[in-house]
Structures are given as C-alpha cells and as structure tokens.
C-alpha cells in the first residue's frame, strides 16, 4: 500500500483510502483493463499530482474517486464511507457537497456569465463562497459579467476553478487543467489552484503530462498500464508561477 | 469517388438509423397532413362523383317550378322552350301519416311515380320490394331511410290523410332519389327520418285526391347541356304564373343537392386549411433536425470538401436524408388518410342516402399527397442544405467557437426574468434562438388552435339548438295546414281537449327584392308577444316583429344590400299575387329565422285576406298528448305536425354520434403536433446541450435539476403557445362560422369556455408524454464523455 501521507508529525488524517481497486471496461477478448488493482492513502489537505503516460489509467481513477464512475472491483473509502458502494442518487449527493471538478475543457455554461457560472453551484451548495469572491480568488474580480465566449482560454479555465471551489469542497480533482493552455496562462490557473489548497486545504487532485508541474505537489503519484508504479514526496512545494514548459 | 459515394450512402444510412425516434415523430407530423389532406381530397373526389353520377343516371331535374293547377297541355309549351331539354309534369303534396311505431303524426312529401320510362326524371332507386301496381291505387313506395327508421315492413298499413281526405296506404318496396339525398323536411335543419316520410304513388289516385285529372302542379326540368338557366327560369315564371307558379327555382338551390354540394365545400375548406399546418411544422421539425446535423458534421463537411468532393453530392447527400426522413410520413400519412377516409364515407353515408358511396383514392389524391409531402422536405431542407453547401473547407475545420450570449438585451432581459441560474440558462437558450423558438411556439399553438376551432362547432350547435328550441321555440308542437285557413281554424285547434294555448302564424312563399338583388324565401307573418314562438336574435335576446313595415335578417339585409328605412319589393307567389312595397324597419340575425318577418295583421292586411293563417304553435297538456295526436292526425286541415321534443332529441343523437369521434380525431391531431414539436426540439436542444447537462450532473446536479433545464425551455414554449393558440382557435372559428352559415340558419358565435380548457389539457397531456420520454434520454447522459470532448 502506497502511503502517500507518512509524514513525521504523528498519524496522518485520510480522506481517502483506495483498496484494490479495478476497472475493467467490456468484456472477453475486448476487455480493457483500465486499473488494476490501486491501493493508495490520501492525507486531507495534500497536493497530489499524477504523472504517467497516455492511457495508463488516471483519468479513471479519478472519475471514480469523484463518484462519476463505477469500479469493477476493490473500494474507495471517503471519510470511512464507502464510495465504491454508493447507489446514483448517493453518488450525485457525494459530488454535490464533496466534490469539485476541474477539466481540460473548462465546460462552462456558455449562455451564463462567469459570475453566473459560480452562483449556479453556489445555489444549490450548504455553505458557498460569494461568487465574487470565488472569482476574486482566482484574480478575475474584473470579469465578473462577461460570457465565456468573450474570456481567453486561461481566464475560462480560472472560472471553471472558482466554480468548482466556489462552494467549498473538500476535494478537488483536477484532470488535465492546463491541457489546452500555453505555459504562461497554465501557470496562473496552477497558482489558482495552489492557494485554494493553501487557503482552504482543499485535498487537490491534479492530472497532468507535465513532469514540472509535479514540483508543485506534496506527492507525486506515477501511473503505468493502471498501476501505481512509483511515488515521490516533495518535502518543498514548488511556487506555480515559477515553473515553466 | 464511387468508394467516397458509397461511402457517403453509409453514411446516410447511419445518420437516418440514428435519427429514427426523431424522424418518427415527423413522420407523425407529416402523416397527420397528408392524412387530412388524403381523406378531405379523397371523399370531394367521391362524392362528387358519386353525385354526379347518380344525379346523371337517375336523371336529376336541374330546375324545379312548384305551381298551383296547370293543365297538362301546357307541358308541351313547357318543353318548347330554348334551353329546356326534357320536362315531366308531376303532382307533389303533403300527407300526415299515422303510424303503429311513431306516436307523433309523421310529416310526409307525397309525389306522383316518375313515368317507367328511362327518360323520366328524378328516376328511383327501388332497394326492397316493388313499385306500386297501378289497379291498386293505395299501394306506395317510401324513401328506405324512413322505412328503416320508422321501422315499417313491406307491406304495412298506414293511415293517411291527403289533402284532407281519409286514405289508407299500403307500403309496397322502399326507394332512393336523387332528390331527397339528404331528406329534410321543410324548416328541419337535421333530418328526422322517423317523423318525416317521402311517398311516391301512382299518379291516377293521387290526381283524384286532389283534383287535379289531366293537370299538375309540379314540374321538374332537365336542361339542354351548356345551358346556364336563368333565361329557362324567366321564361317559366311568366309561363306559370296564371297558373300559380311560386317559381321556378334550379338545382342549385334545392334542398338537399345544396346540402351535398355545402358538404363538398366544408371538405374543401378542410383541404386547404387543415394539411397546411401539419406540413408547415413538419417542415419547421425537418429544419431543426437538419440544422442541427450539418451544425454537428461541420468538420466532416470541410474535410469532404478539401478532399475535393463536389458540393453538389453533399447537398444531395442531405437531401436524400430530409425525403427519407419524410418517406414514413407519406406513407403512414397515405394509410391514415384512407383509413379515415373510409370511416368518414361510412359517416355520410349515415347522412346522406346514395344508392352507392365508395370512398376511392384516385391518382389525383395521390399525387397531392407526394407534393404536399415535398413541401416540408424542401421548406425544411433548404436552410441547412444550403449552409453546407456554402461551408468554406477551412471553416468548417475550425471547431466552433463557443456560442457567443453576450448580446444586451438578451443578458439584461434574461438577468431580470431568472430568479436563478437554471432558468436564466432556459432563458438565455430560448432567446438565443428567437426565430427557431418563435416557430416552435407557433407549432405547438397550431395545435391548440386545431383543437379549439375543431372542437368549438358543438359548442356553437348546443348554443343555436338551445336558442331555437328554448328562447325562440317554447311550443310542444307546430302545425302547418295544407292551405291557408281562416280564424276557424284556430278556434277548432282551440278546443281540442289538452290544447293549453295556441298562436297562429302565416307564412307566404314570396321573392323578395331590391333593386336586381333577390331572395326567394317566404314572408313569416308573426304574432305580438307571442309566448310560445318568439324572435329572438343570435344572442339570445328577445324581440318583437316590427309594429310597422319588416324585418329581415342580416344575411338578406346582406344580399339585398338594404339597411333599416330602405324599400323593399315582396313579389307574392300565391293568393293574388300582389307585389307588396314594404319598408325595412328591422335587422336582425336569429338561428333559424327566416328572411322576412313581420306583424301577421300587417302580412294579412297586405294580402287582403282576412284573419288567415299557415299554422300554429301548440302548447299542450303532456298527459293529453295521445289524444291530441289522434286528432291531429285525422284532422283533414293539417298537413304537417313537428314535435319539439322529438326533434330534439333527434339532433341531440345525430350531434352525440357524431361528437365522439371527432373528439378523437381532432384530439388525436393535435396531439401529434405538440408530440412532434417538443420531441424534436427537446431532442435537439439534449443534442446541444449534452455537454452543459452533463457537466452540471458531474457538478452534483441531480436529474431532476438536470431535467428541468432541458424541458424547463419546452414547457416555457408550450405556455406561451397556449394564449396565442386559443386565440388562433377562436379566430378560426369565428371564420369558419362565417363559411358554414347558410339560408336555413345562422350558427351563433360561440366559444364553450370548456373547449379551450380541454385544448390545454390535450396540449399538456402530449408534452408531459413527450417530456417523459425525454427524460430518460437526460437521466441516461453519459458523465465522463461529456468532459472527454470538447463538443
Ligand atoms: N469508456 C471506455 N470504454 C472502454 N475503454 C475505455 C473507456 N474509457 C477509458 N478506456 C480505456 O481505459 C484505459 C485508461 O483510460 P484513461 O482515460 O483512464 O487513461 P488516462 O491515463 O487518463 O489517459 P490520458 O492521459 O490519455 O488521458 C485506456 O486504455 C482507455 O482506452
Ligand atoms: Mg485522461
């Protein structure tokens, strides 16, 4: 078992605690086996990157770590709830109140501002942010009312995180952020998304193909052919605006 | 190329497979129109065929002069005059009848037997039994519809009184005419086929019952082909009138050929009117659905055009797709249409007695069908078809840019409608797109319209029966007498033990003109504060004949092109004859009210004739009504007795048998339309949408949440349809009252408040039907594809 979170300072606080999980796609001679067989520990408030090549399985771990997605066999426990048992309407509630997302594709809501935008989660969340405030966090006080179709890529992306933050979740998973960004606008969304995790740690979850965006994380977990097949502990965290590629 | 072509056809076969629910719900659309439009071509088809030729082989007369005495003579100058191609002379008269199954008197037209010959005119149709043998003068043959209703066996005995004399008739075969298609007594507006009889008997009896040996007072005349009539009419009014001629007339205003032809032109209307708007939405549905494909293929389309493929075969290639989409429709719309077709030649059948009514789709009804069909594929096609063409390769390689929203006064408007973000999302996509969401409004109004203008006649009919056998019409019966009679008469009806209350009025057949307009409808002469019949107009208010000069009603103030003060000219064609001068004081629309009424005193006064009368309203003592039926049916004076309650209940049954299934009908069209309309753009607006939907379902939406963004819009379409579409319906309505309205009544305009009610449930029962079955698509969105693509 990969124990991400053995840290010095006493026993660790899991948030999440992966056992043997699997995933398998169809079935017979065109099975996928798209995980096989994970086991991981998560420390609440950590900065964890995933590293590894196309097709290795990430995005389905993290699908299934946010309730999107059923697991073939083996557990996620959140909190000591098992995910991995949750019906569809649990799952929806899970993501509701627990869970942010962030995509490579940003998947804003084209007829609705980005102010709009956040205080559509805000809305049906306990205990949000204002929706300003959000926005303010991720330095776009200055964009409040324009429509996607009028904010660059990078601009989009940071809405999409204030959304996803807006209503204080626990965790954040964030699959391919940067993916469709140039390395100057990539870095502003990591330093967005690295003082949410400073500020309110929030457990953050990032994909990425970008071996220097591992710096920024507290771990660093490395995917090959749906295994673990390595992990790093930074002991510094490097600061995103720093990193380039 | 041929590789790319097939290719292609691949394609096209996918992308049809694909859209299969969606062009399921067009084909409903379409089949609805060319179903409507089969049926209503298809039965004008055969029933004017049907009465052209039975009209031609029974040789219906194409004029009719009623008259008093002619010697039998004057047929041969008859039968010279230009234009006219073959004349009968005939004896017509009326009976009362008494009969063991009917407890009223029953009302009988008698007629001398056209000759044997297969010159004669107005042939019969012999269905059952014989023609009556000529050494047996009590032997008559009856129209088969009373036959049936009166349920008489061949044979049967019937008591009669003709003329005022004491007959006794023998029922020897039951026949059709082409005269009495649809059989309907004088001042009936449904036929009562158990209370109204027509008799044909020999003419040697009947030229004795009524004195009228080597004479007649009815001729029929066929006219040479080619000729128009009016100069056959004018020629024959001056011939009979020394011998009482109340005018010659042609076909196209006798009674039941007017209510054939009246029937064809309702169909007509129905043709020209209905299939419009199912192929107008279905063009609207193609057009969304093709759109939204070349908006999803826009890659594809610039990749075959930089391959070098021709924009001809990608215009073909979405061409081909609309008139596959359609095809279903054609066919289903085909099948419907004959199928509705036969039910409704089954219907009038029931109405109007042909001796055959086959209900044929001849190649015209098809040839409609196909082009009505082509209608919507082209319509809906040419948008989306032209804008692949014009797709430049390389912006069609470009993915699109996201949907730009920031236009002002949709942000502001959407901002201040929204009480949250959902509903601005709906909002927001709804305004978006305001052509396409105006079409679908009108769409989904088109239906409520249908169904309130469609449904809205037996509210109307209920309101003009209530007004005529309730405010107008208060008597338990009316009597018409065989001749006028004087102040006798009244007091002999007076003391028939049972008769509470009698008025009397006087009708005389008159034209009535004004300058070269003309009416040919009688004078009505009423009674002051008459309880029992009374003038009411079509809302129902009561009124009195003028104290001086007439009334007409607004259709012959019309055709006359008179107002109240102006002059009027009553040619009397009875009695002396006089030409009255009469000065309109009056105007006013009743139900069933005939052209011209006035003050009997007046009419008497005008007539110079003393204290006359036609007839009577009777209120009678209902525990006496058998005695006073057995009166009046052997009183010698009476020619004619009408229940009111009887003939009620007739038109309640005749409007209940008919009301049922055209409820289905017309529910079941609009239905197809508001189905047709949300499906489609429900599925589109999913098809958008995906991505957003699922997206917020990844961002803890739950279905329903989910749901109500999607059908939120549609039920934002259907609401602000409903108003517009009740509306239309009414409006309809009111034009189509204007279209069925003849001489023998006026339908009130009338709206039951229940029938738009009704229409809004339809609506809502459809689309909440429809919403259903999107839904499950919405609960079915697959999460992690959505944030896989970028769209
Ligand atoms: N819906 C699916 N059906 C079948 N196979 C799938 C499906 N989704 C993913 N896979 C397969 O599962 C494996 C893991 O996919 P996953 O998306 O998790 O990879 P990844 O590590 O995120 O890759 P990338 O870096 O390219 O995003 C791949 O082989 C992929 O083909
Ligand atoms: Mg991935």
């Known amino acids: 078992?990969?124990?991400?979170?053995?840290?010095?300072?006493?026993?660790?606080?899991?948030?999440?605690?992966?056992?043997?999980?699997?995933?398998?796609?169809?079935?017979?001679?065109?099975?996928?086996?798209?995980?096989?067989?994970?086991?991981?520990?998560?420390?609440?408030?950590?900065?964890?990157?995933?590293?590894?090549?196309?097709?290795?399985?990430?995005?389905?771990?993290?699908?299934?770590?946010?309730?999107?997605?059923?697991?073939?066999?083996?557990?996620?426990?959140?909190?000591?709830?098992?995910?991995?048992?949750?019906?569809?309407?649990?799952?929806?509630?899970?993501?509701?109140?627990?869970?942010?997302?962030?995509?490579?594709?940003?998947?804003?809501?084209?007829?609705?501002?980005?102010?709009?935008?956040?205080?559509?989660?805000?809305?049906?969340?306990?205990?949000?942010?204002?929706?300003?405030?959000?926005?303010?966090?991720?330095?776009l006080e200055a964009r409040l009312d324009h429509f996607p179709a009028q904010l660059s890529g990078g601009e989009q992306q940071r809405v999409a995180i204030a959304r996803a933050i807006a209503k204080r979740p626990e965790v954040l998973l964030c699959d391919e952020p940067t993916g469709a960004l140039d390395s100057q606008t990539g870095t502003r969304v990591l330093a967005a998304l690295d003082t949410v995790n400073r500020e309110f740690g929030t457990t953050t979850f990032i994909i990425t193909h970008n071996a220097v965006i591992a710096d920024m994380a507290d771990e660093v977990l490395l995917f090959g052919d749906g295994r673990i097949t390595g992990q790093r502990h930074n002991q510094v965290r490097a600061a995103p605006l720093g990193l380039s590629w | 190329m041929s590789f790319l072509r097939s290719t292609l056809t691949v394609k096209l076969m996918r992308d049809f497979w694909r859209l299969r629910s969606q062009a399921v719900a067009i084909a409903l659309v379409i089949a609805a129109g060319v179903g409507t439009m089969v049926m209503a071509v298809g039965l004008i088809g055969s029933m004017s065929a049907?009465?052209?030729?039975?009209?031609?082989?029974?040789?219906?007369?194409?004029?009719?002069?009623?008259?008093?005495?002619?010697?039998?003579?004057?047929?041969?100058?008859?039968?010279?005059?230009?234009?006219?191609?073959?004349?009968?002379?005939?004896?017509?008269?009326?009976?009362?009848?008494?009969?063991?199954?009917?407890?009223?008197?029953?009302?009988?037209?008698?007629?001398?037997?056209?000759?044997?010959?297969?010159?004669?005119?107005?042939?019969?149709?012999?269905?059952?039994?014989?023609?009556?043998?000529?050494?047996?003068?009590?032997?008559?043959?009856?129209?088969?519809?009373?036959?049936?209703?009166?349920?008489?066996?061949?044979g049967a005995r019937m008591k009669a009184v003709l003329y005022g004399k004491q007959v006794d008739l023998r029922l020897v075969g039951a026949v059709l005419s082409p005269e009495y298609v649809y059989a309907l007594a004088p001042g009936q507006i449904f036929p009562d086929n158990r209370r109204s009889a027509v008799l044909w008997m020999d003419r040697e009896p009947l030229a004795a019952a009524l004195n009228l040996n080597q004479a007649f007072n009815d001729v029929v005349i066929r006219l040479s082909p080619g000729e128009g009539g009016k100069e056959v009419e004018r020629r024959l009014d001056i011939l009979l009138a020394p011998y009482g001629g109340a005018g010659a007339y042609p076909r196209a205003q006798q009674i039941s050929d007017r209510f054939v032809t009246n029937e064809i032109d309702q169909l007509t209307t129905m043709a020209t009117l209905m299939p419009p708007i199912f192929l107008l939405v279905a063009a609207f549905l193609l057009n969304i659905v093709l759109s939204r494909l070349v908006d999803t293929e826009r890659e594809v389309i610039g990749l075959l055009k930089a391959f070098g493929f021709p924009v001809r075969a990608i215009m073909l290639h979405y061409i081909v797709l609309a008139i596959l989409l359609s095809l279903g429709g054609l066919a289903l719309g085909i099948a419907l249409g004959a199928w509705l077709g036969r039910g409704m030649a089954g219907i009038y059948q029931n109405f109007f007695t042909f001796p055959f009514l086959r209900f044929r789709i001849d190649a015209t009804a098809y040839l409609v069908a196909l082009a009505a069909t082509l209608v919507p594929v082209m319509l809906g096609a040419a948008t989306a078809v032209w804008r692949a063409a014009r797709l430049a390769p390389a912006d069609a390689m470009r993915p699109e840019a996201p949907a730009d929203y920031s236009g002002v006064a949709v942000t502001r408007l959407a901002a201040a409608l929204g009480p949250d973000e959902p509903s601005r999302i709906i909002i927001r996509g709804l305004l978006r797109r305001p052509i396409r969401s105006v079409l679908a409004i009108l769409g989904l109004a088109a239906a409520t319209m249908l169904y309130v203008a469609s449904m809205s006649p037996n509210g109307s009919m209920d309101r003009m029966i209530d007004l005529g056998f309730s405010r107008a019409d208060r008597s338990d019966l009316a009597v018409a007498f065989a001749e006028p009679r004087d102040a006798h008469a009244f007091h002999e009806l007076e003391r028939i033990p049972g008769i509470l209350n009698v008025q009397p009025f006087r009708t005389v057949g008159a034209r009535i003109r004004s300058r070269h307009h003309e009416v040919r409808d009688g004078l009505v002469g009423v009674e002051q504060r008459g309880d029992l019949s009374r003038v009411v107009d079509i809302e129902g208010r009561t009124s009195e004949a003028p104290p001086v000069g007439v009334m007409l009603s607004g259709r012959t103030a019309r055709i006359l092109d008179v107002g109240v003060g102006d002059l009027v000219e009553a040619l009397v064609t009875e009695g002396e004859r006089p030409a009255l001068r009469m000065r309109v004081t009056a105007i006013?629309?009743?139900?069933?009210?005939?052209?011209?009424?006035?003050?009997?005193?007046?009419?008497?006064?005008?007539?110079?004739?003393?204290?006359?009368?036609?007839?009577?309203?009777?209120?009678?003592?209902?525990?006496?009504?058998?005695?006073?039926?057995?009166?009046?049916?052997?009183?010698?004076?009476?020619?004619g007795v009408t229940a009111r309650e009887a003939t009620l209940r007739t038109i309640g049954e005749t409007i209940e048998e008919n009301f049922s299934i055209q409820t289905y009908f017309y529910t079941g069209l609009a239905m197809l339309v508001v189905v047709g309309v949300i499906y489609n753009s429900a599925r589109i607006s999913l098809s958008e949408r995906a991505r957003d939907l699922a997206s917020l379902r990844v961002l803890g939406f739950r279905r329903g949440e989910v749901a109500f963004i999607l059908l939120g819009e549609q039920a934002v379409l259907?609401?602000?349809?409903?108003?517009?579409?009740?509306?239309?319906?009414?409006?309809?309505?009111?034009?189509?009252?204007?279209?069925?309205?003849?001489?023998?009544?006026?339908?009130?305009?009338?709206?039951?408040?229940?029938?738009p009610a009704q229409g809004v449930l339809v609506v809502a029962i459809a689309a909440a039907a429809t919403a259903f079955l999107v839904r499950r698509r919405v609960d079915r969105l697959d999460l992690v594809r959505a944030l896989k693509t970028r769209e």
């Open chain 2, 50 to 154: 049907t009465r052209d030729t039975y009209y031609d082989q029974y040789r219906f007369a194409d004029m009719f002069a009623p008259l008093v005495r002619a010697p039998e003579t004057l047929m041969a100058k008859i039968r010279m005059l230009p234009g006219v191609a073959a004349a009968d002379s005939r004896i017509t008269t009326r009976a009362t009848l008494d009969l063991p199954l009917v407890m009223e008197p029953v009302t009988a037209r008698v007629h001398s037997l056209p000759a044997a010959s297969p010159s004669a005119l107005n042939r019969l149709v012999l269905r059952a039994g014989r023609y009556p043998n000529p050494r047996h003068p009590e032997e008559v043959v009856a129209n088969e519809a009373f036959v049936r209703a009166a349920g008489l066996p061949l």
């Open chain 1, 1 to 139: 078992m990969s124990r991400l979170a053995s840290q010095a300072d006493g026993e660790p606080e899991a948030i999440f605690r992966v056992d043997g999980l699997t995933k398998v796609y169809g079935e017979g001679e065109s099975a996928v086996h798209a995980l096989r067989g994970v086991d991981l520990v998560a420390r609440q408030g950590a900065m964890i990157v995933l590293l590894g090549p196309s097709g290795s399985g990430k995005s389905t771990l993290l699908n299934i770590l946010g309730g999107l997605d059923h697991a073939s066999a083996g557990h996620v426990w959140f909190h000591g709830n098992d995910v991995t048992a949750f019906g569809d309407d649990a799952l929806t509630e899970y993501r509701r109140r627990s869970v942010g997302f962030v995509f490579q594709f940003y998947n804003l809501v084209a007829s609705l501002t980005a102010r709009e935008n956040v205080s559509l989660i805000t809305e049906i969340s306990d205990n949000p942010m204002d929706p300003a405030e959000a926005l303010a966090l991720v330095g």
């Open chain 2, 588 to 639: 006013l629309d009743s139900p069933f009210g005939g052209a011209a009424t006035l003050d009997r005193a007046i009419l008497n006064q005008a007539m110079r004739e003393g204290d006359v009368l036609s007839g009577a309203y009777l209120q009678v003592d209902k525990a006496a009504l058998p005695q006073v039926y057995a009166r009046l049916k052997a009183s010698p004076m009476i020619a």
């Open chain 2, 718 to 755: 259907v609401l602000v349809s409903l108003p517009f579409g009740i509306w239309a319906g009414i409006e309809l309505w009111r034009f189509l009252i204007g279209q069925f309205n003849t001489e023998l009544f006026t339908i009130p305009f009338f709206v039951d408040p229940r029938v």
